[in-house]
């Protein structure tokens, strides 16, 4: 590891901290999740070094219904730090230049959500973001940046590539944890099988990179979207977007070819699930074998017990075990099936595990198991699987040649 961090960062500065606080929102709440607490870290020993410490962070995507202010956030991270974290509802505005004047040493300000700025989206090469006027205009108030944010650190987004150009910069806790945990599964040579348990809602993400794992993972257990849109190639009347759901067409046009190439060249490494789980009349789950389904007119939130039943061997067979995306609305206790199934398969084991994506790993906590029960529990998503692949992170890759 060649990047700078915190022990190479002289005490009572102004610093400006990309944290990443991409949470879960239900019903325009907040939920409280484990990088909150990761991050609290980074930002207590800042904190109490006396620095000055601004925090940026996004959440969510704009049109989403989880694209929302970073104020609750402000409150769970303070819940977390023990300390108040002030909020300001803006970036770089006078506001925002208000607030950061007016901190105290050891105080923190968190401002609003990045992903507000049209500067901070689309992705750009980094010397572009550089010269935008939210960068130009931030830097100007601070003598570091620090990235935390690993598991946004595929994004070329302004606050992640920008400021590196422009000050001193250095990794946080969380950035190094994380950097060491996944790089080192990337580099693992395995003798036993290797299985990917894979999904999620972020289809679009997780199929490219099955594509790219195929040497390295010889069986993927599908669930989540990803997993009812290979059902769908294969003849299934079922990843449609029924009841006004958002989540299935639009990443069936944007993969339908490359869905069908790997189920033509790469079927016998996909585990389809043999049944799934719908709310019924009473609101209560009911299963059905898909075999049975006939009619699009269903939509399903959760594996079968059956399909737990066919993927728990391959787990139990395996010497490494990489889980991304949760295989059902786990959230909700009746769809919480699948996921929970395969997270205990992967805890009776002793194979190696990595868990990752920040909504998926709440299911250990929500559930009562243990962090214990598994090789590592990665706060990242897409950055965590980008990593498997080999494929370098943006962010970090400036902070290294910082
Ligand atoms: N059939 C389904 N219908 C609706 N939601 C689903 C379904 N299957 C899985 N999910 C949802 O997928 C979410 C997790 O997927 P996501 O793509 O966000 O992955 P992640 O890796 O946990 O997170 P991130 O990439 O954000 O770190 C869970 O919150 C779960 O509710
Ligand atoms: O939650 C994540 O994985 C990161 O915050 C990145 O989010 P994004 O996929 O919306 O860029």
Same mark, same amino acid.
């Given at each position: 590891m060649t990047f700078k961090t915190l022990d190479d960062l002289d005490a009572g500065q102004r610093?400006?901290?990309?944290?990443?606080?991409?949470?879960?929102?239900?019903?325009?709440? $907040?939920?409280?999740? @484990?990088?909150?607490? @990761? *991050?609290?870290?980074? $930002?207590?020993?800042? +904190?109490?070094?006396?620095?000055?410490?601004?925090? !940026? #962070? *996004?959440?969510?995507?704009?049109?989403?219904?989880?694209? $929302?202010?970073?104020?609750? *956030? +402000?409150?769970?991270? #303070?819940? *977390?730090?023990? !300390?108040?974290?002030?909020?300001? +509802?803006?970036?770089?505005?006078?506001?925002?230049? /208000? #607030?950061?004047?007016?901190?105290?040493?050891?105080? $923190?300000?968190?401002? /609003?959500?990045?992903?507000m700025l049209d500067e901070e989206l689309p992705e750009e090469d980094p010397e572009v973001k550089a010269e935008t006027e939210f960068v130009q205009t931030l830097s100007q108030e601070f003598d570091a940046y620090v990235n935390d944010a690993y598991s946004a650190a595929h994004r070329k987004h302004a606050s992640l590539v920008g400021f590196p150009l422009v000050l001193p910069s250095y990794a946080g806790r969380v950035m190094e944890s994380e950097y060491e945990a996944n790089s080192s599964i990337a580099t693992q040579e395995f003798e036993g099988d290797v299985t990917m348990v894979v999904g999620g809602t972020k289809a679009t993400d997780v199929i490219g990179v099955m594509n790219a794992l195929d040497e390295k993972v010889d069986q993927f257990l599908l669930g989540g979207i990803a997993g009812e849109l290979f059902l769908r190639a294969a003849g299934h009347e079922v990843g449609y977007d029924v009841g006004g759901m958002d989540l299935f067409d639009d990443q069936w046009e944007a993969n339908e070819d490359l869905i069908r190439s790997i189920l033509d060249e790469k079927g016998d490494q996909i585990v389809l699930a043999t049944d799934l789980a719908y709310e019924d009349d009473n609101d209560e789950r009911a299963e059905v074998p898909v075999a049975n389904i006939t009619e699009k007119d269903t939509g399903y939130l959760d594996v079968g017990s059956d399909t737990v039943a066919t993927y728990t061997p391959y787990i139990h067979d395996s010497e490494a075990v990489f889980v991304k995306g949760a295989l059902g609305l786990f959230e909700d206790e009746r769809f919480a099936v699948g996921t929970v199934g395969v997270l205990e398969a992967i805890a009776e084991t002793d194979c190696f595990s990595v868990v990752g994506g920040g909504d998926t790993s709440r299911a250990i906590e929500m559930y009562g198991m243990s962090e214990d029960d598994f090789s590592h529990v990665s706060i990242a998503g897409g950055a965590y699987i980008r990593a498997m692949t080999g494929e370098s992170l943006p962010a970090v890759e400036l902070l290294q040649s910082n």
């Open positions: 610093v400006l901290v990309r944290l990443d606080l991409n949470s879960p929102v239900e019903d325009g709440e $907040v939920q409280d999740n @484990r990088r909150f607490d @990761r *991050h609290a870290t980074t $930002v207590q020993e800042l +904190a109490d070094r006396g620095d000055r410490v601004v925090l !940026m #962070a *996004h959440q969510g995507r704009p049109g989403g219904d989880d694209f $929302v202010s970073l104020e609750q *956030h +402000a409150d769970i991270l #303070a819940g *977390h730090i023990g !300390m108040d974290v002030k909020f300001v +509802a803006d970036t770089y505005g006078d506001e925002a230049i /208000e #607030a950061i004047r007016g901190l105290e040493a050891g105080e $923190v300000l968190l401002l /609003e959500n990045t992903r």
